[in-house]
């Protein structure tokens, strides 16, 4: 398993990636306090899907009620030439 390969994410672990890009805007995602009892993380980023993680834009769960996340990019960098993940 290479380091950034996740089986939580189902991929490229999104865990990594601290800033999310949404309408242009950049914003830094919310890190678990403690162990997240969704994704298992402790003291970092969200695994994608995770229910306890909330959009920085709206405020809601950003992986099921949150519409902003449409066409989002994650970002290891706020400088980082965006990719789609």
Sequence with gaps: MKSEECRICQGVCLSHYPYVELDG?????????GKCGDCGITNAYHHASCDQE???????????MCE??????YLKEKHEKKSKD
């Design 54 to 64: 909330y959009c920085p834009k709206c405020g809601l769960q950003l992986w099921f």
């Design 25 to 33: 805007k950049l914003y830094e995602r919310s890190k678990s306090t």
């Design 68 to 73: 902003c996340k449409m066409g989002s990019f």
